[in-house]
Protein backbone atom coordinates (compact mmCIF):
# COMPACT_ATOMS: atom_id res chain seq x y z
CA UNK A 1 0.00 0.00 0.00
CA UNK A 2 1.46 3.29 -1.15
CA UNK A 3 2.09 6.23 1.86
CA UNK A 4 -0.46 8.45 -0.32
CA UNK A 5 -3.35 6.61 -0.71
CA UNK A 6 -3.82 6.98 3.19
CA UNK A 7 -2.91 10.88 2.49
CA UNK A 8 -6.96 11.89 3.14
CA UNK A 9 -8.38 15.36 1.71
CA UNK A 10 -8.88 16.71 5.42
CA UNK A 11 -5.41 16.01 5.86
CA UNK A 12 -4.54 17.64 3.02
CA UNK A 13 -6.39 20.94 3.75
CA UNK A 14 -5.21 21.10 7.47
CA UNK A 15 -1.53 21.20 5.54
CA UNK A 16 -2.36 23.09 2.80
CA UNK A 17 -4.57 26.06 4.06
CA UNK A 18 -1.73 27.68 6.37
CA UNK A 19 0.84 27.38 3.84
CA UNK A 20 -1.59 29.26 2.04
CA UNK A 21 -2.03 31.93 3.89
CA UNK A 22 1.37 32.26 4.90
CA UNK A 23 2.14 32.93 1.23
CA UNK A 24 -0.71 35.62 1.18
CA UNK A 25 0.65 37.74 3.70
CA UNK A 26 4.22 37.41 2.41
CA UNK A 27 2.96 38.54 -1.21
CA UNK A 28 0.78 41.47 0.36
CA UNK A 29 3.64 42.42 3.01
CA UNK A 30 6.18 42.21 0.31
CA UNK A 31 3.62 44.42 -2.31
CA UNK A 32 3.07 46.38 0.44
CA UNK A 33 7.08 47.19 0.97
CA UNK A 34 7.61 47.94 -2.71
CA UNK A 35 4.91 50.57 -2.91
CA UNK A 36 5.50 52.52 0.32
CA UNK A 37 9.22 51.79 0.13
CA UNK A 38 10.48 52.60 -3.03
CA UNK A 39 10.66 54.68 -6.18
CA UNK A 40 9.08 52.67 -8.46
CA UNK A 41 6.33 51.98 -6.29
CA UNK A 42 5.42 55.68 -6.23
CA UNK A 43 6.49 56.18 -9.80
CA UNK A 44 3.66 52.83 -10.68
CA UNK A 45 1.21 54.94 -7.89
CA UNK A 46 1.32 57.93 -9.62
CA UNK A 47 0.97 56.63 -13.55
CA UNK A 48 -2.37 55.15 -11.89
CA UNK A 49 -3.43 58.44 -10.69
CA UNK A 50 -3.04 60.00 -13.91
CA UNK A 51 -4.55 57.12 -15.92
CA UNK A 52 -7.62 57.54 -13.74
CA UNK A 53 -10.58 58.98 -15.69
CA UNK A 54 -12.46 62.36 -14.36
CA UNK A 55 -8.90 62.97 -13.44
CA UNK A 56 -6.90 65.20 -15.67
CA UNK A 57 -3.88 65.28 -13.99
CA UNK A 58 -0.04 64.86 -15.44
CA UNK A 59 3.66 65.14 -14.45
CA UNK A 60 7.47 64.70 -15.96
CA UNK A 61 9.20 63.05 -13.63
CA UNK A 62 8.37 61.30 -9.74
CA UNK A 63 11.56 60.19 -7.70
CA UNK A 64 11.65 59.51 -3.81
CA UNK A 65 9.26 56.92 -1.81
CA UNK A 66 5.85 57.31 -0.17
CA UNK A 67 7.50 56.47 3.24
CA UNK A 68 10.26 59.16 3.56
CA UNK A 69 8.89 61.31 0.46
CA UNK A 70 9.21 62.21 -2.98
CA UNK A 71 9.60 65.00 -5.55
CA UNK A 72 7.16 65.67 -8.45
CA UNK A 73 8.47 67.68 -11.16
CA UNK A 74 6.02 69.90 -13.74
CA UNK A 75 2.83 68.97 -12.05
CA UNK A 76 -0.27 69.99 -13.64
CA UNK A 77 -3.96 69.73 -12.75
CA UNK A 78 -6.62 70.76 -15.37
CA UNK A 79 -10.94 70.78 -14.44
CA UNK A 80 -13.00 73.05 -15.83
CA UNK A 81 -12.66 75.34 -12.81
CA UNK A 82 -9.51 75.34 -12.39
CA UNK A 83 -5.65 74.73 -14.29
CA UNK A 84 -2.79 74.53 -11.72
CA UNK A 85 0.88 74.21 -12.62
CA UNK A 86 3.03 73.83 -10.05
CA UNK A 87 6.91 73.55 -11.36
CA UNK A 88 8.34 71.57 -8.47
CA UNK A 89 7.00 69.70 -5.40
CA UNK A 90 8.54 67.73 -2.29
CA UNK A 91 5.95 66.00 -0.09
CA UNK A 92 7.63 64.65 2.63
CA UNK A 93 5.01 61.59 3.86
CA UNK A 94 5.39 61.28 7.54
CA UNK A 95 5.13 57.49 7.66
CA UNK A 96 6.21 56.55 10.95
CA UNK A 97 6.17 59.67 12.99
CA UNK A 98 8.52 61.69 10.73
CA UNK A 99 7.40 65.65 10.11
CA UNK A 100 5.05 66.17 7.31
CA UNK A 101 5.41 68.89 5.01
CA UNK A 102 4.67 69.59 1.59
CA UNK A 103 6.87 72.37 -0.32
CA UNK A 104 6.16 74.17 -3.41
CA UNK A 105 8.14 75.74 -5.92
CA UNK A 106 7.33 77.79 -9.34
CA UNK A 107 3.45 77.55 -8.05
CA UNK A 108 0.36 78.90 -10.12
CA UNK A 109 -3.31 78.63 -10.94
CA UNK A 110 -5.92 80.13 -13.63
CA UNK A 111 -8.46 80.36 -15.05
Not at 81 to 110: N, P
Request: aromatic content about 10%.
Amino acid sequence: MSRFSSFSLRKSLLLGLPALIIMVIVLFSGSAYWLLNTSSGASWLWTKLEALDGVDVRSSRVSGDLASGFVISDMEYHSADLDLLVGHTEIEAGIGGKSRSVDQHQFSAGR
